[in-house]
């Protein structure tokens, strides 16, 4: 965006002078950019006074030349160039880190420099500005700069003190929330070598120097390079000279003896030697023509040694620039007024000969960094005021309300799990009967069906296990007609059953009874692997009679087979990934649905029976959010997709994330945007009013890097409208802010399962691996980066390995089969054997009456020798004459027998 006409107040506090300006920014034909400005002094006493001295001296100042301009009246947008470091949040947002250079006021460390200011005004209680920017000077040079060349990206400062900015790709920084494009980062390198890295170079007066400063011990390059100590370098090496009668016939005056300011004597560098005698002359030194030369040659050698120190940290920079970018950029450092030219030409000599490969030109900036600190207003401004960026800045997570989604997140998982709690949990945390990942030894041929996702697909899985475990799949897409989809549950399982049957007649498998394993992307409530009550149907299914009904005898029914296995395609995801990672216990799925699955400990799963082991819960995270828990975060846009779609009320989570409603939601802001004139002149048109003529497959085209913009146009030229270039780049923006909204909420849901996995292994860190497929995911060009990075920043306690699913659920699906088969198989056989054990009553009366028969038969005369029970006499004829018990129970127990 080119900044908008107006008036911009800056200033520019920090360097030698502090300076007010007023920048007024004309954009008609010509832009064009003037500049008002006074200088005010900020007396010794009040730079090192209180905070709320200086502030007030500051807004003081403001007062005089707002009357001077006559613009008391105006609450002018105002950019503020604080010449200190600074951590920020935000533009308008920044807390100091320490006072460096010449300042020392109070109770400023630590806290906002704008609230301090902002405060000052409201206690002068005068005059009103709205704080827009707080810039620091590096910065301000470089934009400064960059406003007359575009090619500028590095802004340096070597006056009173030192340091350099340079613009950095998003995806280098950390410590910033974002991904896209660049942002400039404010090195601070003044305070280089305060951990010792320059202790082998530091001379006994880089020393000293340090010692008589404001800030011992900090800001150790600074103090080597920087015009504030340079003077007072110089001064250290004279009076060690003179001391040791090698200059000015060893007197010292009192004028030496003291600290000198300025950089006054340095300069002498450029000078004559009559003026270098003069300048002396002045600190009371009376001296030879000698020594004239010998001090010339201590300021030349002093400030030749700050210049190559530049340059040496300025080359470290451009090669840093140089690799990310790959090619060769043109980088502009620029030099500020103040700086002497030999300094200059030392800097340009020493960057070229240790960045050879880099071509920089240098500009010095001739307009100081209030205009690039009014510019940068000028930008935030037009940027802020547009009510557009309102919406979009409710999209927009700081890493705080990321956790605290994460926390409620977690709660909810909680909720699912409890049996008091689950009847009402919006998170269903559904158990599903799969307790182990593949463990490499399962084998065998069968058939998956994955439905659900963006396609319908069947697959033939064969399973070999000859010395290596090797998987074939051979698959096909059919189609699934909108009208199958919103139709009867028997016409959409019909259709299913014919085109298995087309497959195996295909695949010349039609006589073959092969187990099937049915991905089915929908909420099902399991009590067993081959049984699931469909809960509710989610995406684009609506067909009825199903909800509520077991999908799995539905299915059966229609292919007249049994012994389908069910299995949910996050949990298909994580057996995929599992089958060439072992540690893999979590799937995700972020494609026209969104939702995860993972190992749980068993003992946690209320719902399940027994204690032992882990058991995958399909948490159905979609529904996140339907009991309301979402409300604060939700916009006017979530609002009107929910309203307009097929289950109003449900999935509030996944409607906000998912591959089926992203580009939808961008259309709905886009609409907003023009309605309002914020884009395409206004124009709306036909098409980009038609529900679905936006799709997430265009957000990832135009979000690509190099041919984003350009995709854009094309885009936005076949939905009618004409765009500009400037209406291409606010498309991109609304893209990334509402597909990098949707990595964030994943990040955060993902976050909350990751920190529960490593709560049940009771770990300091966690070590897993997370298996992720679906169509968003795969193809948005900075999806998964994104996703990858804001995980590590909310749960820096775990190293994560996230492996993208390439062969679709099917596999985990046919490996779940396995699985099961093979245990139904092992029971199947252990049960057939035990089996011929287990005798019947029937058969035991058979038996009884077998042996009476053959009794009978051993005791007759005619079939005694036939009999296979040969009652041989033994000629005992008495048995215990009855006095003794035993006999008789042996009697009894004898009879016992017989009567079986
Ligand atoms: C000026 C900039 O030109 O240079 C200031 O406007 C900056 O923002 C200054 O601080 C740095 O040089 P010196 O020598 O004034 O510290
Ligand atoms: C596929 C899986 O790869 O991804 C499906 O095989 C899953 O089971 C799908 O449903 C999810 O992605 P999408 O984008 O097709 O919804
Ligand atoms: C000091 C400040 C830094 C500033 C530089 C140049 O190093 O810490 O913020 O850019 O001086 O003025
Ligand atoms: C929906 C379904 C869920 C599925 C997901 C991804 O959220 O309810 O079961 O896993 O989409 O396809």
Not at 688 to 707: D, M, Q, R, Y
Request: charged fraction near 25%; proline fraction near 3%.
């Amino acid at each position: 965006f080119f900044p908008e006409h107006g008036n911009y107040l800056a200033l520019d506090l920090g360097g030698t002078n502090f300076r007010v300006l007023v920048v007024k920014v004309r954009s008609s034909r010509r832009r064009s950019v003037r500049m008002y400005n006074k200088i005010y002094a900020i007396p010794l006493e009040i730079m090192q006074g209180t905070g709320e001295e200086l502030f007030d001296h500051i807004v003081q100042c403001i007062s005089d030349f707002l009357d001077y301009m006559g613009m008391k009246n105006t609450c002018l947008p105002l950019g503020f160039t604080f010449s200190f470091p600074c951590r920020q949040t935000g533009i308008d947002k920044g807390t100091l880190v320490s006072w460096t250079k010449g300042f020392k006021a109070t109770d400023c460390e630590g806290n906002d420099m704008v609230e301090m200011l902002r405060e000052a005004i409201k206690r002068r209680n005068e005059f009103d500005l709205d704080i827009v920017a707080l810039v620091n000077d590096t910065v301000g040079t470089m934009m400064t700069c960059a406003y007359e060349d575009p090619k500028c990206e590095i802004g340096l400062i070597v006056g009173t003190g030192c340091n350099v900015c340079y613009m950095e790709e998003m995806t280098n920084i950390e410590t910033a929330e974002g991904d896209e494009g660049h942002m400039c980062i404010n090195t601070e390198w003044g305070g280089f070598g305060e951990n010792g890295e320059l202790d082998d170079i530091r001379t006994r007066f880089d020393r000293e120097v340090d010692e008589g400063s404001l800030n011992v011990g900090k800001q150790t390059f600074e103090k080597m390079t920087s015009g504030m100590y340079l003077g007072e370098i110089v001064r250290q090496i004279l009076i060690d000279l003179t001391r040791r009668g090698l200059l000015f016939r060893g007197r010292i005056t009192e004028r030496l003896k003291t600290m000198i300011k300025h950089v006054a004597l340095v300069q002498t560098d450029r000078l004559a030697l009559l003026q270098v005698r003069s300048i002396l002359q002045h600190l009371g030194l009376d001296s030879t023509c000698d020594d004239s030369i010998i001090v010339k040659e201590v300021c030349g050698t002093v400030s030749r040694r700050a210049a190559q120190l530049c340059g040496a940290a300025d080359g470290a920079s451009n090669k840093a620039s140089r690799t990310k970018a790959k090619a060769a950029p043109t980088t502009d450092p620029l030099c500020p007024v103040s700086a002497p030219r030999s300094f200059s030409s030392i800097l340009k000599e020493t960057v070229g000969e240790l960045a050879p490969k880099c071509n920089v030109s240098f500009v010095l900036s001739e307009d100081g960094s209030g205009k690039g600190a009014a510019l940068i207003t000028a930008v935030a401004r037009s940027l802020g005021d547009r009510p557009i960026d309102k919406y979009l800045y409710a999209m927009r997570f700081s890493d705080e309300t990321l956790l605290d989604i994460m926390n409620r997140f977690k709660r909810e998982m909680e909720n699912g799990l409890g049996k008091d709690t689950n009847p009402t949990a919006t998170v269903k945390m559904l158990p599903t009967f799969v307790r182990s990942i593949p463990d490499g030894s399962e084998k065998g041929d069968f058939i998956a069906l994955d439905l659900g996702g963006s396609n319908f697909r069947i697959l033939r899985v064969k399973v070999s296990h000859e010395k290596r475990q090797t998987v074939q799949m051979e698959s096909q897409i059919y189609d699934t007609p909108e009208d199958i989809m919103h139709g009867s549950g028997t016409r959409l399982f019909d259709h299913v059953a014919e085109c298995l049957g087309d497959f195996m007649e295909k695949q010349k498998i039609k006589d073959k009874k092969l187990p099937v394993g049915f991905t089915f992307s929908f909420p099902c409530a399991q009590t067993k692997l081959d049984e699931g009550i469909l809960l509710t149907w989610t995406k684009r299914f609506k067909a009825s009679g199903v909800e509520g009904a077991d999908v799995v005898k539905l299915l059966n029914k229609a292919i007249k087979k049994r012994g389908v296995i069910l299995v949910n395609d996050t949990v298909g995801t994580m057996m995929t990934c599992g089958f060439d990672d072992q540690r893999c216990e979590v799937g995700i799925i972020i494609g026209t649905g969104t939702n995860a699955c993972y190992m749980e400990e068993l003992r946690h799963i209320d719902l399940v029976e027994g204690d032992e082991g882990r058991m995958c819960i399909n948490t159905e995270w979609g529904a996140f959010g339907d009991d309301g828990m979402l409300e604060d975060i939700r916009t006017e846009f979530d609002r009107e997709i929910d309203r307009g779609s097929l289950n109003p009320g449900k999935q509030l989570f996944e409607k906000m994330v998912s591959g089926m409603y992203m580009g939808e939601l961008v259309r709905l802001i886009l609409v907003k945007m023009a309605k309002e004139g914020m884009l395409f002149e206004g124009r709306i048109t036909p098409e980009l009013l038609t529900k679905g003529k936006f799709e997430t497959k265009h957000v990832s085209a135009i979000e690509k890097t190099k041919e984003g913009l350009s995709k854009a146009k094309e885009i936005l030229t076949r939905l009618g409208v004409e765009p500009s270039h400037e209406d291409c780049v606010a498309v991109q923006h609304v893209c990334a802010v509402v597909s990098f909204r949707s990595a964030n909420l994943i990040a955060a849901t993902l976050g909350a399962i990751l920190l529960r996995l490593k709560d049940n292994k009771g770990s300091p860190r966690l070590r897993t691996t997370v298996g992720v497929d679906g169509s968003l995911y795969k193809m948005h060009p900075h999806y998964a980066r994104r996703l990858h990075k804001t995980v590590r920043r909310l749960v820096p306690e775990s190293d994560v390995r996230f492996l993208l699913s390439e062969s679709g659920s099917g596999k985990g699906a046919a490996m779940v089969t396995a699985v099961a088969y093979r245990l139904a198989e092992q029971s199947r056989q252990i049960a057939q054997t035990l089996a011929e054990f287990q005798l019947t009553k029937a058969q035991l009366l058979e038996v009884k009456e077998r042996m009476r028969a053959e009794i009978q038969r051993g005791l007759s005369k005619e079939t005694h020798e036939l009999a296979s029970v040969k009652m041989l006499p033994t000629f005992v004829r008495r048995t215990p004459d009855g006095t003794g018990k035993r006999g008789q129970k042996y009697q009894l127990s004898n009879l016992q027998i017989f009567q079986i």
